[in-house]
T-cell receptor, first 121, second 115 residues
Framework: GAVVSQHPSRVICKSGTSVKIECRSLDFQATTMFWYRQFPKQSLMLMATSNEGSKATYEQGVEKDKFLINHASLTLSTLTVTSAHPEDSSFYIC?????????????????FGPGTRLLVL | AQTVTQSQPEMSVQEAETVTLSCTYDTSESDYYLFWYKQPPSRQMILVIRQEAYKQQNATENRFSVNFQKAAKSFSLKISDSQLGDAAMYFCAYLVGFGNEKLTFGTGTRLTIIP
């Protein structure tokens, strides 16, 4: 259990275009999803937290108009990088947390997707 | 603010031997969670082990165990019978469960397994 998928795994795009990354919880309902960015040889940097049906909460310094997050269902969150530029090239990882056993109790553990490598030319 | 410190940027261990990765954290909370995540070259973050702060008993998962010292704010990971597949970046993480849902990560320890 607790599988999180991410699509695409790798994307190359031209500067100025928009890219959408999907994050899905496959076998549980994710009440909360998180989006991280990871630079080479560094730890994960939280970008935003999203709860199903409500607006995402962005970390300080993260442009909400550039990184659009939608959490329309309990199993899907999307991150759209708008007007991407080379400095947006990075590894983006999502994680999900929810009720794994279907008991209605919140789990504290975050389960991570496999990540998306974005290269903006 | 909560901080998580991993003082060993790199560690290496002979295959089949035991290695301990250190982690300390700073918090004023009494109820929280601690995690060790592993990130192999594939970059998939994998949960290794989790510990609830209110539990005195150290968590174990097969070859992985922790030494949780709440008063000292220390949370080390012991890997027994190290295997080649254990080679990865290991991140210690802290979470306050209610009201603050963010994971705070340490800077990571790169573990190399020597055949």
């Amino acid at each position: 259990g607790a599988v999180v998928s991410q699509h695409p795994s790798r994307v190359i795009c031209k500067s100025g275009t928009s890219v959408k990354i999907e994050c899905r919880s496959l076998d549980f309902q994710a009440t909360t999803m998180f989006w991280y960015r990871q630079f080479p040889k560094q730890s994960l940097m939280l970008m935003a937290t999203s709860n199903e049906g409500s607006k995402a909460t962005y970390e300080q310094g993260v442009e909400k108009d550039k990184f659009l997050i939608n959490h329309a269902s309990l199993t899907l969150s999307t991150l759209t990088v708008t007007s991407a530029h080379p400095e947006d090239s990075s590894f983006y990882i999502c994680s999900a947390r929810g009720d794994l056993a279907g008991t209605g109790s919140r789990q504290e553990t975050q389960y991570f997707g496999p990540g998306t490598r974005l290269l903006v030319l | 603010a909560q901080t998580v410190t991993q003082s060993q940027p790199e560690m290496s261990v002979q295959e089949a031997e035991t290695v301990t990765l250190s982690c300390t954290y700073d918090t004023s909370e009494s109820d929280y969670y601690l995690f060790w995540y592993k990130q192999p070259p594939s970059r998939q973050m994998i949960l290794v082990i989790r510990q609830e702060a209110y539990k005195q008993q150290n968590a174990t998962e097969n070859r992985f165990s922790v030494n949780f010292q709440k008063a000292a704010k220390s949370f080390s990971l012991k890997i027994s019978d190290s295997q080649l597949g254990d080679a990865a970046m290991y991140f210690c993480a802290y979470l306050v469960g209610f009201g603050n849902e963010k994971l705070t990560f340490g800077t990571g320890t790169r573990l190399t397994i020597i055949p």
